[in-house]
């Protein structure tokens, strides 16, 4: 089925987000590209103007997620489409609110990217919310993978600088064997660092916040994940079916991979209510498939037990 985690349905509320947060509470949706995604960042994309560098944000802002779900859930249950539902239904507005900061009954959470992963007898398959790599982990690239070597913590030794008059602690590996290790591989080659665009499970996540390194196979880049494709286009008059000078457009898509997509959760729809199964999402309406997951996802739970929302 459809987002179902092996095992997950054995494990407690408690175990799955000690928290506030009822995650059963929440209706939790998988949405897939139907195609490739745009979601422009905050440059310049004026006709007329080099957009080469115009790329592709991944993951998109929750504002982006919201606020096309809640265009979808209105078109599904009355709305016309155009103009503002909040006129058109009284219902639709105590539901879905009114505008950008009145999001109505609805409460959210997301979007998270989710890869579907391989379990170790190379079969069952489990489904896991990936999270930045946190900056304190450190490791190399070795094969074209990232390997996490140590935990960065601050040195015992007081550095004097102009940052603060008593001193300050720098970045340091651990005072342990691993970190014994690192600190001597640091004096015999280059030493370990932390990437950018790396993403860890969340399993790799609670070992980190376990205090310990987490397994290469918990880490992926973001190649791994998705890809940025760049595509050229042009504007053609509707009428006339023209096209004119600084009519052509250079986007810059974002293709996810075939076992990644995002997940949300929403709360506060009635039951009785439609759920979109296509929406658009995004620049130019990328078209997204959507679909509802069974089980809650499983999110990182530090030391104390207390879940880490990042």
Not at 92 to 100: N, S, W
């Given at each position: 089925m459809v987002g179902?985690?092996?095992?997950?349905?054995?494990?407690?509320?408690?175990?799955?987000?000690?928290?506030?947060?009822?995650?059963?509470?929440?209706?939790?949706?998988?949405?897939?590209?139907?195609?490739?995604?745009?979601?422009?960042?905050?440059?310049?994309?004026?006709?007329?103007?080099?957009?080469?560098?115009?790329?592709?944000?991944?993951?998109?802002?929750?504002?982006?997620?919201?606020?096309?779900?809640?265009?979808?859930?209105?078109r599904e249950n009355g709305w016309a489409g155009y103009g503002s539902w909040a006129d058109q239904s009284t219902q639709?507005?105590?539901?879905?609110?009114?505008?950008?900061e009145d999001l109505g009954q609805l409460r959210f959470l997301g979007p998270f990217l989710c890869k579907q992963m391989e379990v170790s007898d190379g079969r069952t398959l489990r489904e896991e919310l990936l999270w930045p790599l946190p900056q304190h982990v450190v490791g190399r690239f070795e094969d074209g993978r990232f390997v996490p070597l140590d935990l960065m913590e601050p040195s015992p030794e007081v550095v004097c600088c102009d940052v603060h008059p008593g001193g300050v602690q720098l970045a340091a590996p651990r005072m342990s064997t691993r970190g014994a290790v690192v600190h001597h591989e640091m004096r015999s080659q280059k030493p370990p660092s932390h990437p950018s665009d790396v993403f860890v499970t969340t399993a790799g996540l609670n070992t980190i916040l376990q205090g310990e390194v987490p397994s290469a196979t918990e880490c992926f880049l973001r190649e791994d994940l998705y890809t940025h494709?760049?595509?050229?286009?042009?504007?053609?008059?509707?009428?006339?079916?023209?096209?004119?000078?600084?009519?052509?457009?250079h986007p810059r898509y974002v293709r996810l991979r075939p076992d990644v997509w995002l997940v949300e959760g929403v709360a506060g729809v009635p039951e009785d209510w439609a759920w979109p199964r296509v929406m658009p999402l995004g620049g130019e309406s990328r078209m997204a498939l959507v679909s509802r997951l069974d089980e809650p996802p499983s999110f990182p739970v530090g030391r104390s037990g207390s879940a880490a929302m990042v």
């Open positions: 179902e985690s092996p095992g997950f349905s054995s494990r407690s509320k408690t175990e799955r987000c000690p928290t506030m947060i009822d995650l059963d509470s929440y209706r939790w949706l998988r949405i897939e590209p139907a195609d490739a995604w745009f979601f422009r960042d905050g440059r310049p994309c004026n006709r007329g103007e080099d957009q080469g560098d115009v790329e592709s944000e991944f993951p998109p802002n929750s504002t982006t997620v919201v606020g096309a779900l809640r265009a979808a859930l209105a639709l507005k105590r539901v879905l609110g009114d505008g950008f494709e760049a595509r050229v286009g042009i504007r053609r008059e509707p009428v006339t079916r023209t096209t004119g000078g600084g009519d052509i457009y």
